[in-house]
């Protein structure tokens, strides 16, 4: 795969991880990008973003393929986690005149990985030309760490904004348009409810400053995946609005494990329940689905129902990692509850309804405990309490 032209000042030439299948703890299975630009202008030449080490020969490769590596006048470090920034030093050794930049928070953190590696500041008012092409630069704390920073091509009206409008998403086209719209929109769903989900105020204040600064760009190309340009930039932008708004629907997403099946009958049956309550509901079990797909579903959900045999007087451990996963990213507002099965001890629904209240959900009512396997009376029991649960959730909503 060769450098591809983004515009006419800017080419990508960045790498493809075919075969990452884990990243932060949630599944890849369509791999990602490590996406990295060159902004050329008359006098100089700028490169925006590395890559992971092991992937800076790529990086290098397609560079080559431009102009000489040696003549970089510039690296931006937009963002210092690893994936972007583990391979500076051996960028930095192939371009031996290139001046580093990051944003203040990010040059600290530049000296902390690279052991006192020493690189400039750069922020909102700072204007970088290259021989008529500019750079500009905006910081973006907590999109998705401290140190994250926006570039901006004004001349082409290219946006780069690292780890913001990315996805997880390894192919042999650079484009949205060009791997499928719905594709690259469920692609961004996935990375946005997996790493994103509780940064949504931080990423509509950044957007705003955006349009201060009177960017409007044409093209937005993130440091993951395929490249948002022309009509798709707006879709991006208004659907990261969206989501960033934190509007809830009458949802109910109910994750459970089992051991002896009791708690897989149970889930079913208040599943039912909440569907002839008029609820959209979606049941997994957590033994063969991922929780980045479960983030997708709860990303716009105002219910959670959790169930969980007990096992040595606790939860299954199955569902304690997922509750640990969902804690990270503080899914607030939401509604959640707890049901299970035991068999001679009980325990696990009282973990969970703790460890619920501990992450910020609104413990909506008390859990639902059944001991051994459920008779149709006891269903019955469990489909009143799941009736009583889709009562609260639609005057949520309300």
């Known amino acids: 795969m060769r450098a591809v032209p983004v515009s006419e000042h800017v080419t990508w030439v960045g790498a493809v991880d075919w075969n990452l299948r884990d990243f932060h703890g949630f599944d890849t299975p369509r791999g990602s990008t490590y996406n990295a630009y060159l902004v050329r202008g ?3 030449v700028a490169l925006i973003d590395t890559v ?12 080559s393929e431009v102009l000489d590596p040696a003549s970089i006048d510039l690296i931006v470090v937009n963002h210092i986690e690893p994936d972007h920034n583990s391979g500076l030093r ?6 031996p005149n290139a001046r580093v930049v990051a944003s203040g928070s ?3 953190g530049i000296a902390e990985y690279h052991d006192g590696l020493v690189v400039d500041a750069v922020g909102p008012t700072d204007v970088i030309d290259l021989g008529g092409v500019t750079l500009g630069f905006l910081p973006a704390p907590m999109v998705h760490w401290p140190d994250s920073m926006f570039t901006y091509c004004a001349e082409d009206a290219v946006l780069m904004c690292n780890d913001a409008f990315g996805q997880h998403l390894a192919s042999a086209e650079r484009f949205a348009d060009e791997v499928g719209v719905d594709l690259a929109l469920d692609e961004l769903k996935v990375y946005y409810a997996n790493i994103l989900l509780p940064l949504g105020t931080q990423i509509a204040k950044v957007m705003e400053k955006v349009a201060a600064a009177g960017w409007a760009p044409t093209t937005i190309a993130p440091s993951h995946g395929v490249i948002w340009r022309g009509g798709l930039v707006d879709r991006a932008i208004s659907t990261y609005a969206e989501w960033g708004s934190g509007e809830l629907r009458d949802k109910v997403v109910v994750a459970y494990s089992t051991m002896w099946g009791s708690t897989d009958v149970l889930a079913r049956t208040i599943a039912d329940t909440l569907i ?4 959209d509901v979606h049941l997994y079990d957590l033994a063969v689905t991922s929780y980045a797909q479960l983030m997708v ?3 716009d959900a105002r219910g959670l129902l959790i169930g969980s045999p007990t096992l040595h007087h606790g939860m299954l451990f199955r569902v304690a990692g997922f509750l640990q996963y969902v804690g990270a990213l503080v899914p607030a507002g939401r509604l959640a509850a707890a049901f299970g099965s035991y068999g001679w001890s009980s325990g696990a629904t009282k973990q969970v309804t703790d460890r619920l209240t501990e992450i910020g959900f609104e413990v909506a009512q ?8 459920p008779t149709e009376a006891e269903l019955a029991a469990a489909s009143e309490w799941a009736v009583a649960f889709a009562d609260k959730v639609k005057a949520a909503g309300v």
């Open 366 to 373: 008390d859990p639902y405990t059944q001991k051994f396997r």
């Open 106 to 108: 990010g040059v600290r």
């Open 297 to 299: 579903e709860l990303q």
């Open 42 to 44: 008359a006098e100089k």
């Open 52 to 63: 992971k080490t092991a992937f800076v020969p790529e990086l290098l490769s397609r560079i």
């Open 276 to 279: 002839a309550q008029g609820l």
């Open 90 to 95: 051996d960028v930095m050794a192939a371009c």
